[in-house]
């Protein structure tokens, strides 16, 4: 429909060898135009096989009604997508379709995520953000005392699926928070809104496994890591014990120096194959 409106109708792509498609001439000048570097897919998955080039595949994500035949839904999920963009190291990305990639890539991309913290994890999920500290970037001190963040952690959780509680702020140039500290201000909050019949998931947003396994105690039931279990080695162990699934985040160094000289060599490649390292 936004072809037709915009006065041009998708050219018919024509066969190359290996199964890959190309459309005309006026596509391949307009990849160019956007960074994208016409070339086979044959070329780009052998440059695949070298670990260095950091290959990532991400689906472009459509959510149209008028979607084409051979579409795969992504994650199992209300967006489709036919087409794939791949990332490397030392090449220009480029974008495939679902012909190039292998049957088991195809799969990852499009089958249904296992239910998280017992949400199903067909469509987006909402998390309402309870700062329970005085100096969070966003609404630090606003609900620091515990009535304040009991009242707000209520009001979220009429529209929110998840409540994600933190008694640390992670902002730039924060300053480490003592562990009977945070777990003081957040501990007591979970266990007054379990007793007040709150019953959606909540995640202890924490570095500490102290502050973890007192939220656990309390009635948490999701971690939220902002160093990806690096912090603290003793973190992956009261996860486990307490059999509660993860969020991973990516981070540089601590809050307190984060903002120090930070540096990627390609920002996206790097979060990438940061959180790739902490799963395997």
Same mark, same amino acid.
């Given at each position: 429909?936004?072809?037709?409106?915009?006065?041009?109708?998708?050219?018919?792509?024509?066969?190359l060898?290996?199964?890959?498609?190309?459309?005309n001439?006026r596509?391949?000048?307009l990849?160019?135009?956007r960074?994208?570097?016409?070339?086979?897919?044959?070329?780009?998955?052998?440059k695949?096989?070298?670990?260095?080039?950091?290959?990532?595949?991400?689906?472009?994500?459509m959510?149209?009604p008028?979607?084409?035949?051979?579409?795969?839904?992504?994650?199992?999920?209300?967006?489709w997508?036919?087409?794939?963009?791949v990332?490397?190291?030392?090449a220009?990305?480029v974008?495939?379709?679902?012909?190039?990639?292998?049957?088991v890539?195809?799969?990852?991309l499009?089958?249904?995520?296992?239910?998280?913290g017992?949400?199903?994890?067909?469509?987006?999920?909402l998390?309402?953000?309870?700062n329970?500290?005085p100096d969070? +970037?966003?609404d @630090?001190?606003?609900? *620091?005392?515990?009535?304040? #963040? !009991?009242?707000?952690?209520?009001? %979220?959780a009429?529209? /929110?699926?998840?409540?994600?509680?933190?008694?640390?702020?992670?902002?730039p140039?924060?300053?480490e928070?003592?562990v009977?500290?945070e777990v003081a201000?957040?501990a007591?909050?979970?266990?007054?809104?379990?007793?007040?019949?709150?019953a959606?998931?909540?995640?202890i947003?924490?570095?500490?496994?102290?502050v973890?396994g007192?939220? +656990?105690?309390? @009635?948490?039931?999701i *971690?939220?890591?902002?160093? #990806? !279990?690096?912090?603290d080695a003793? %973190?992956?162990?009261? /996860?486990?014990?307490?059999?509660?699934?993860?969020?991973?985040?990516?981070?540089v160094?601590?809050?307190?120096?984060?903002?120090?000289?930070?540096?990627?060599?390609?920002?996206?490649?790097?979060?990438?194959?940061a959180?790739?390292?902490?799963?395997?």
């Amino acid at each position: 429909r936004q072809e037709a409106a915009c006065g041009w109708k998708r050219p018919e792509p024509s066969p190359l060898p290996g199964g890959a498609m190309r459309l005309n001439r006026r596509a391949d000048r307009l990849r160019h135009s956007r960074g994208f570097a016409p070339r086979t897919p044959q070329s780009i998955f052998a440059k695949m096989k070298d670990p260095r080039l950091s290959p990532y595949m991400r689906p472009i994500a459509m959510s149209d009604p008028a979607r084409p035949a051979g579409a795969l839904p992504l994650a199992g999920g209300w967006c489709w997508f036919d087409r794939v963009e791949v990332l490397s190291r030392g090449a220009a990305p480029v974008i495939v379709g679902l012909g190039d990639l292998t049957e088991v890539d195809r799969a990852r991309l499009s089958d249904a995520r296992a239910d998280f913290g017992g949400l199903a994890m067909d469509r987006p999920r909402l998390m309402g953000i309870l700062n329970i500290t005085p100096d969070s +970037f966003s609404d @630090g001190g606003l609900f *620091l005392r515990p009535e304040a #963040a !009991l009242m707000q952690a209520r009001r %979220m959780a009429a529209g /929110a699926d998840i409540i994600d509680i933190g008694g640390e702020s992670t902002r730039p140039g924060a300053v480490e928070v003592l562990v009977d500290e945070e777990v003081a201000r957040t501990a007591p909050v979970i266990a007054a809104l379990r007793a007040g019949g709150l019953a959606c998931p909540i995640s202890i947003d924490t570095r500490k496994a102290a502050v973890a396994g007192a939220a +656990f105690g309390a @009635g948490a039931t999701i *971690l939220n890591d902002v160093t #990806a !279990l690096r912090f603290d080695a003793g %973190m992956a162990g009261v /996860a486990a014990s307490a059999g509660v699934p993860v969020v991973l985040m990516h981070s540089v160094e601590t809050p307190a120096t984060m903002q120090d000289d930070p540096h990627y060599d390609d920002v996206l490649l790097d979060v990438y194959d940061a959180l790739a390292e902490r799963l395997a």
